[in-house]
């Protein structure tokens, strides 16, 4: 049987047997070693590009592997098939949207900025109270002959009346408590949940014991996975982290992961994928830095959409993506952690953030909950720029919700060149209209070389060369120069930075291809916020401000974003962006149990609409796809 | 280092290599053999035999091994230390206490009675309703694109019109649900289960399937587990099987057990060996004998002492021990099977029976419950001869309950000679009284030969010699003839069978030791009988009934228990044996919620004695001593 050498990354080499024929993309797969797959493993993305040296295989010429590419033994990890003993070398951009994970610098005060404005914001608002895990410190009178109360109605009875509830003892807490109260002369610490009728006593240790009793706030992305580890008494953040979905190797969309998750196996396959390849590596990045035991952690929230809310818990979820779109749940109930995620509190609680419909999912109420939209009078518009593109239109009286379907492009996916907003990732882009020389800010050390463009740095490089003239309004090549390429079909390119600029020595451009996917993108966005006003019969002039949340990378640029029509044409300052609402709601829903009924509430209140069913929504999203729009009338500001 | 050879009933032969020093009842421990040692392995008791067949090891005599055979090369394996390469032989005696799964026979129309007997009895007293786990039959409209109501809501808002509560929907049965409303066209069975606000769907399947919702109660004896597995819908009795609790060779008693759990590791050994060698082969042998899949059980409850409750959950139990004898809990809260007991149903919850001190546990609350004494105005003796004896005195208005450290002799521990009640026990006794001859009666296949006694057997052996003045009121010889033989400490014994005559080629006997620890047992029951009706003011004569309960092998003969001054000298009529009364009332908490909160109000009502508080407790107890009593006035028809 044939031998298959991964050399990844010039660091680690895996030496694999195998059968004649098999793929390299599925062998991969089966020894954990990471090749994204964004289009889940069709030949049609070109990303999981890698290098045959030595030995051969069987393949074919692809759009995606230029002849002097191939030629140097460059192929589609999906598209080759073993023949014999080979060495496969997979590049770092092989699982560009996946590598490593990425913690944030507590140092730096936005980072914590976010959490303390949601926190404010709600307390403002009147929903941040009601804490879902506390402590309680109380002292007992020991047992003796006369008084022989057990040792779980002693302390069931001296929390009573502590906390004026009547509080049940679970099972991990009274495993421990004839010792915990013999060692601490009956003088403990109880780490309490609230839940509907009752007080829980999840655990209980010395009173002496300053040991921090920590929550975990988690958005999971498409494409990004984030979490905040949290101090559960004082709501202080103790750790972020984010690291790339896994699933990615199993698609880029929701769409290819639930069909991959329909396939033998693939439920399975797609849960261990964000659990156990990626949540609990970053869980356990986070509590190591923090220095938490993992044990620490009582109780999580998780947003995510509705897909990937699915496929955490293993459900079935062809039917989200299929006539008439049935999701398993909208709101699910509050669940033991460990069920889903194992290694943390055994008697600790998952909170999932509502789900509203089969596109419109739990990071979106999480995100609307963070904004507090829904606590002003005025007309505003919320919107996550994920992998997909939601939108909410409303106020303190009515809230409408629908997605659509922009595609990954603006966290850098369906872009030859995209990647996660991680190391190497440009992130702001200004190029020169004369010279057409790009100024590029790069996510990483001052010495780090760009690997590929991450969201923000697509919105700028679009705009700028729209700006320039260099590209036209439908996004094809209008001037020639040193940084204009093309290909053998004829298809022109911007290269960022030439391949001895590069940190993996491959050329980082942007392609007509890309152009289009990107302009699409925009396209879906801006119609779908038109639409909805229009269905209210109301004009983007109405609206009073607009928060656009999501993993962009180095945040938007509004002036460029509104050059290339993604957001109406309004004066700068009813702009603001709000990075990962979706985390910054997880983290209010963690610690509080009436931000968690807020969010319930908020699912049940909206309104989802299905774009696709709207009259006239082809012909809006047709017109919008244009740099800024066909009707050069709704960006008056915009000099074309 | 020196090898070990087991060689296991000439069935088996397992080889460990070990250091020198160790002790062979260790290395056995170490490598999953079983020898039993009631004693906890301190050389008192004499039940770990082995025989060095090959090489040699280091020990020295004991009273329990005669110099015969010392010279053939038997061992008491907790007293025996390997020197070099060795072949033990383990006898079958060597785990006479463990040896094997014994299961009912379904079609014997009296191991039905007993569960349809205490099914009647409560329902008769009201309290068999509300049955804890249900099933119900739910058609649901599909869904379209005009009603998109997610999975979740429409099964919850289905299962609500059915039934006329809330239900919430398990984990369990989310991650079926898409898949099964969809083979089934929304057309299902849910098994529900009622808790105290809410129903729970613990799981949906196909309308079309009949397959039985199970549960199992089960009674967890220091000595003996018995378990029952019933169709939850009906009550219907699909198997019943008992086996040793694999405990007993870290002590014979809770004293021991809790000491064996306090040495390091010790908890989870305990644990292990009442789960994971108990139980779960147990409960296997149940669901394969009535064609059952383990994930269809939905419930259980169990019902053990204290001591036993504890270990079972791996709580520190050393408190119960130790003045001023604290539990870690009477009552403990409805928690999740799987957390232990894995390998059933993921929602099943578990329910034990409350205890009400440290020496009266759950199964006495379990056993009153199903006896029915409390719904009665006379007053009544609720007896459970387990390894311990415990009491219950009271009527419908009061309960009083005592334990009595009468240790394990009616279940055969104690005894030289004694065994559990299964093949090979010795289960009724006569003997002629001129010429001393024995008709043995052997639990087993009619060439059954007997291997040692079971409780029954022994009060037979006790009252028959007593009764031929074979043996004296204090238990001592005063006959000669070839059944009496002595030892060459000049201690007399009765031999039931010969060397030629028994399963192993050993004699089975009964000493005047055995006798002596027997008195004590029985001497413990009645005085703590006489005591707590003193208490009252009242007298044996006051008493209406007296129900006994336990594992006593082929019940109990009554005229011979009053002979030797077990129970109070009564008409037989008042007397009855309701045998595992802790397993029926199990049954029936199992089944109905009614009994669930029946068994809590009879654990918080009844009065715990501490007998050894109570003055005159230590005459009494000597003048119990003694067959049948030091007053022969308390038995007048027992001639003497």
């Known amino acids: 049987m044939p031998k298959v050498s991964f050399r990844i990354s010039e660091k680690e080499t895996i030496d694999v047997t195998v059968e004649i024929g098999e793929r390299i993309m599925d062998i991969a797969r089966n020894s954990g070693i990471y090749i994204d797959a964004p289009c889940s493993g069709n030949g049609t993305c070109g990303k999981c590009r890698v290098q045959i040296v030595d030995g051969d295989a069987e393949s074919h010429p692809t759009r995606h592997i230029t002849d002097e590419d191939y030629a140097a033994g460059w192929r589609l990890a999906c598209e080759t098939k073993v023949t014999g003993d080979v060495t496969v070398l997979v590049p770092e951009t092989a699982s560009a949207f996946r590598t490593g994970i990425r913690t944030a610098d507590l140092n730096d005060p936005t980072v914590r900025a976010a959490f303390d404005d949601v926190q404010n914001d709600l307390k403002a608002a009147g929903v941040m109270g009601d804490p879902a895990v506390f402590t309680c410190e109380i002292t007992m009178d020991p047992p003796t002959l006369e008084d022989t109360l057990c040792d779980t109605d002693r302390i069931e009875r001296a929390v009573k009346a502590a906390i004026g509830q009547e509080a049940k003892l679970s099972l991990y807490a009274l495993r421990k408590l004839a010792q915990v109260l013999r060692e601490d002369d009956f003088h403990v610490r109880c780490v309490l949940s609230r839940d509907e ?3 829980h006593i999840l655990d209980v240790g010395s009173a002496k014991s ?30 972020r982290g984010s690291a790339g979905n896994a699933q990615i190797r199993y698609g880029a969309d929701v769409i290819n992961r639930i069909i991959e998750s329909g396939r033998d196996g693939g439920r399975e396959r797609l849960r261990r994928a964000v659990v156990d390849e990626t949540l609990i590596p970053l869980i356990g990045t986070l509590c190591r830095k923090a220095k938490i035991y993992q044990k620490q952690i009582y109780r999580a929230c998780i947003a995510g959409n509705t897909t990937m809310s699915h496929l955490l818990l293993g459900l079935y979820a062809d039917p989200v993506r299929m006539e008439p779109f049935i999701p398993s749940f909208f709101q699910c109930h509050e669940m033991r952690l460990n069920d889903v995620l194992s290694g943390l509190h055994p008697e600790a609680k998952l909170v999932l953030t509502p789900n509203v419909g089969s596109y419109v999912g739990g990071d979106i109420t999480s995100g609307l909950l963070a904004c507090t939209l829904w ?17 909410v239109l409303g106020s303190s009286e009515f809230l409408f919700t629908c997605a659509c379907s922009a595609g990954p492009a603006f966290e850098g996916g369906d872009i030859s060149c995209g990647m996660r907003a991680t190391n190497g990732a440009i992130e702001k882009v200004r190029i020169d209209k004369e ?6 800010s790069i996510i990483g050390s001052k010495s780090q070389k760009p690997l590929g463009l991450c969201g923000s740095g697509i919105i700028d490089t679009v705009a700028e060369l729209f700006r320039g003239g260099i590209i036209s309004a439908k996004g094809k090549f209008a001037r020639e120069g040193e940084r204009i390429r093309y290909d053998e079909h004829g298809m ?6 030439f ?20 302009i699409r993108a925009k396209g879906a966005i801006f119609s779908a916020i038109l639409l909805m006003l229009r269905q209210l019969g109301m004009e983007p002039s109405d609206l009073t401000r607009i928060q656009i949340a999501g993993g962009i990378g180095g945040g938007i640029d509004f002036p460029n974003a509104i050059t290339i029509g993604i957001f109406p044409d309004l004066p700068l300052e009813k702009f ?15 610690l509080s149990r009436e931000a968690a009924a807020k969010v319930r509430e908020l699912g049940s209140n909206m309104t989802y609409v299905e774009l696709s069913n709207e009259p006239g929504y082809m012909d809006e999203f047709v017109s919008a796809c244009f740099l800024p729009h ?11």
């Open 499 to 518: 391949e001895d600029q590069s940190a993996d020595g491959r050329e980082v451009s942007i392609n007509e291809v890309d152009l289009d996917n990107f």
């Open 210 to 239: 300053k040991r921090k009793i920590c929550g975990l706030a988690i958005d999971i992305g498409t494409t990004t996975v984030t979490a905040a580890l949290v101090d559960m008494e004082t709501g202080e953040l103790l750790a």
């Open 576 to 590: 603001s962006y709000i990075g990962n609402s979706s985390l910054s709601g997880a983290y209010a829903v963690l």
């Open 630 to 640: 066909t009707n050069a009338e709704l960006f008056p500001s915009v000099e074309v």
């Open 197 to 199: 009728d009752c007080v």
């Open 435 to 440: 010279t057409m020389e790009p100024t590029l």
């Open 492 to 497: 022109g390119r911007y290269v960022l930075a």
């Open 375 to 391: 606590n002003r009078d005025e007309l505003e518009l919320f919107i996550d720029l994920g992998t997909n593109g939601e939108i």
